[in-house]
C-alpha cells in the first residue's frame, strides 16, 4: 500500500495564502468605509498590522507557487528520463526476434553468431548473388532495425548509457564484422548515410572503429 502523505499540498497552502490575502484587503477597504474619523488612527494602526499580515501571505502564496512549478518540472524531467531508459529497454524487436535473426543469418555462410573476423570481400560478394537474395534481405531487415535503434539513440528518444550497458557489446562487435558489407551497400547505391545512425552510434562506444568509408 501506498504512504499516504496528509500534509496540506504546497498548492493548497498557496491557495489559502492568496484567500487570506485577498480576505484582508477586503476586510481593510470595508472597514476604512465604516470607521468613525475620531477613531481612525488606533483603527488604522490596527488595520496596518492585518494588513502587514496579508502582505506576509501574499509573499507566501507566490512562495508556494514557485516552489510548486520548480518540483512539478523535476518531476516531468524524471518522467522523461525514465521513459528514456524504458525506451531503450523497449524499442528494440524482442530478444526472442533478434535471436531468431542471427541464429538465422548464423547458418548461412554470414555466420554471425560464429564470426569473429569482418566478412570478406568474396563473402560481401556473395551476398549480392541471386541465389543468396534472402540472406541479403535477412541480413539488411536486421541491420535496418539496429539502424531505427540507433536513431533513438542519436535524436535522445533512447537512453544512450542503457543502450550500451544492455546493448552496447552486440552493436559494436556486429558492426565491426559487418563493416565491409556496409561500405558495399553505401557504393552500390551511392549513399554514404546508409546505416550512418549505426556508425554513428558504435564509433561514439569505440572510438577505435574507423569508418567503413573514408568519404563519409
Not at 60 to 65: D, S
Not at 103 to 127: A, G, H
Not at 171 to 179: D, G, N, Q, S, T
Request: overall charge neutral; hydrophobic content about 45%; charged content about 20%.
Amino acid at each position: 500500500m501506498a504512504d499516504v502523505d496528509n500534509k496540506p499540498s504546497i498548492t493548497k497552502l498557496g491557495l489559502l495564502g492568496l484567500v487570506g490575502a485577498a480576505a484582508v484587503v477586503v476586510i481593510s477597504a470595508l472597514v476604512a468605509f465604516r470607521t468613525d474619523p475620531s477613531q481612525a488612527l488606533p483603527v488604522s494602526n490596527f488595520w496596518f498590522g492585518i494588513q502587514a499580515t496579508g502582505a506576509f501571505l501574499t509573499a507566501l502564496a507566490i512562495l508556494a507557487a514557485f516552489i510548486q512549478v520548480k518540483e512539478t518540472k523535476r518531476q516531468l524531467s524524471d518522467n522523461r528520463n525514465w521513459n528514456k531508459m524504458s525506451f531503450a529497454l523497449t524499442f528494440l524487436p524482442s530478444f526472442e526476434m533478434f535471436f531468431e535473426w542471427e541464429k538465422e543469418l548464423d547458418n548461412t555462410f554470414v555466420k554471425l553468431i560464429q564470426r569473429n573476423q569482418p566478412l570478406s570481400q568474396d563473402e560481401v560478394n556473395r551476398l549480392f548473388l541471386p541465389e543468396n537474395v534472402d540472406t541479403n534481405r535477412m541480413l539488411k531487415t536486421y541491420m535496418n532495425a539496429l539502424e531505427a535503434y540507433c536513431v533513438a539513440i542519436n535524436t535522445g528518444l533512447a537512453s544512450a548509457e542503457v543502450a550500451e550497458k544492455v546493448f552496447g557489446y552486440k552493436l559494436v562487435v556486429h558492426y565491426k564484422e559487418l563493416a565491409p558489407y556496409i561500405k558495399a551497400v553505401r557504393d552500390k547505391h551511392q549513399n554514404q548515410a546508409i546505416f550512418g545512425e549505426l556508425e554513428t552510434v558504435c564509433r561514439k562506444w569505440a572510438p577505435e572503429i574507423p569508418s567503413p568509408n573514408p568519404t563519409y
